[in-house]
């Protein structure tokens, strides 16, 4: 069970110390304010170590949360009224629940998330290879089978309910390398290189590593015109889904990551467009070398104002972007100038998504990246809002692709507006997606250094790590087309691609895409035919 330390009010600490005690965790000091808490950290020896505390600000502040950073600690905290939340929110710290909130939940948010520890190494979230680059063949089995050992040895409580059994049912399958479960494994414990080693009197053969020319992942072959005809094409009773794409301030690469989506999208044999619905300037126009002197977004938000906004009036200030690889997608263009926003209102913009459902299977917006709410610096409350229409978007999307630039720079400025949008969007239609991961900026394993990050700071799980690939994607700006079309083995194509067809797409995509791959092409069947003519015709040899 967990070690933990209390510093609650007296009634929070009363009403929830029973099932505390209960459910069998050990209470290892009950203190109020924060200079007790500093001093019941340091003093405490169990690893790992949990906190409940109070969110207030005479308990919570930036002291005690450098001095649970500095000791590896989870924390929870509770919110006993607004100004608490405000001040758990001021710090950063937005692993919050209410006063209310029963110990089964708090005990969930402590358990469910892993300590962080200097010292343990954990797999990558990312595999390089699609490196140029030879690389070591049989080390990524190792580190990952240490990685999750390190895992394990951090939380007992939950390593115990995930360790995977063996195949007939019996004890767990790794229990001999588990860090207090016997000797460490021999795997683990050898040197690089080959030869013999010995481990508990008997000889290992260890196998040495080689090099091997390192393998360019494919990208999935697009779905052409006809085969997505002959599939059915788009349900018309089912409406269809809308997929924000939002970043922090900056330029964590929004408007690529909106353009890649967009084109799987349609490269998958769905019909899609892309909206750039950017209140401070689109980029999305001069990226694919549109015409941006009639925004097509803002025509529609003023047909939709006029309550005209039908079908074909989207496919007349629609503009389309053709691709040599690919099925194309439509483009609704968005403003040029920053001084042009009030064109785009909050129902304008909600009724130019609704409408964008009846028209293509798929709507991607590119959204703006502030978050701020206009009510709380204005003292008109009937004035347009500049900001509403972000909100507009990320309220009615049904997914929302936040992006994170993996820089030091970046991920401060991610965690900042990361609390704003868990206001407004519910964190399950949330996927983070970290952008250009390079080695010059996060250091060996950089996709590794990045995931812990996000998961120490703010116990977000990344979907996607997409590589730095700045040659490809600035081919793709000069020839104004999609990264598909200048780069098809592009690694970050790759993992755009990967993490679409995952998250983006419904599950009836991937299975219709397989039976399409199963079923033989004409080509090959004539080519066959052709072969066995060829043979019998050709005389026998003696």
Known sequence: MASLILALPPRVEDALLRDVVDAGHTVLARVTGSQEVVAAVRAATASPLHLVIAAAASTLDRVVLAELDARGARAVAVASSETDRRNARALGHHEVVDEGASWREIEELLLTVRPASSGARAPSAVRRD???????AGDGADTARRGVESDRARL???????????????APADDAAAPGHGSPSPRASRPAGGGEARSGGQRVRRRGFRLIPARRPRVPVPIRPAEAADEGGRDASAPGRVIAV????????????????????AAAGRSAVLIDADVYGGTVAATLGLLDEAPGFAAACRLAAADSLTVGELERVAQHHPSTRAPGFAVLTGISRPDRWPELA??????VLEAC???????VVDASFNLEDDEEISSDIFAPRRNAATHAVLRGADHVVAVVSADAVGLSRFFR???QLLEIVDPSRVSVLVNRVRPSAGGWDAAGQVRRTLFRFGSVEAAAFVPEDRESLDAAV???????DVAPRS????????????TLLPREDVSRRMRRDARPRRGALRRGEAAAEEDAARPPRL
């Open 156 to 170: 007992p409580v939950e390593a115990a309910r995930s360790r995977p059994r063996g195949r007939r049912g019996g």
């Open 478 to 484: 000069l020839a104004g087309a999609t990264l598909r």
């Open 130 to 136: 699609d490196a140029i680059a030879p690389r070591l």
């Open 246 to 265: 939002w970043g922090p301030q900056g330029a964590p690469g929004r408007t690529a990551t909106a353009l890649a989506i967009t084109g799987e999208i």
């Open 357 to 363: 459902r009846t028209w293509r299977d798929h709507t």
């Open 346 to 351: 909050e129902g304008r913009v909600s009724a």
């Open 491 to 502: 690694p970050a194509l790759v993992e755009w691609s990967r993490f679409t067809r995952a």
């Open 417 to 419: 507006s990361y609390v």
